[in-house]
């Protein structure tokens, strides 16, 4: 592993990585939780801070631009947006398996599944983590996108709810 690639990397950019990585580790702690006690609200608060950092930021990342400025990848940062407010909505409401369930496909949705495709070969991050071996990368990607691809479904058998990301 290397941190050449991130550290020669515009600062947007910079913030983006350093805004998701929190996201990936504290998302398991505040959906894994049992009782839903004090670590659960505070560590699923700074998660949800650190998605909305994360999402919020990619509007100002353009490497690959498609329409203006803006990629096909923009319209996920719009779906956590919106789906991140639909999860607050809901658990205000009391709505709590609803709230658990938007939290639960943001999580695999926007970390797990878009996430995995920053380890394609020649992106930034396979670069960083798997230097030198893009083939690591690519079976990385593929894991991590089963994996998200499985935890959605399995989700989905028991709520139909996930695929939607809240904004029913």
């Known amino acids: 592993m290397t941190l050449g690639p991130l550290l020669d990397a515009p600062a947007l950019i910079q913030l983006h990585v350093a805004a998701a990585l929190p996201s990936v580790v504290l998302g398991p702690v505040a959906i894994l939780r049992r009782s839903r006690d004090i670590v659960h609200r505070v560590v699923g608060r700074a998660w949800v801070v650190s998605m909305a950092v994360t999402a919020g930021s990619s509007f100002w990342i353009s490497e690959t631009p498609m329409i203006g400025t803006f990629s ?76 998200a691809v499985w935890l959605l479904w399995r989700d989905g058998r028991r709520n139909p709810l996930p695929f939607t990301g809240g904004l029913r």
């Open 72 to 147: 096909i990848i923009h319209i996920l940062s719009v779906v956590t947006l919106a789906s991140l407010v639909g999860a607050l909505r809901a658990i205000r409401s009391g709505a709590v398996a609803r709230h658990g369930a938007i939290m639960r496909a943001l999580y695999a949705q926007a970390l797990m599944l878009a996430g995995a495709f920053t380890f394609l070969p020649g992106r930034r991050m396979s670069e960083a983590v798997f230097p030198g071996t893009p083939w690591l990368g690519l079976a990385a990607m593929l894991a991590v996108a089963a994996a």
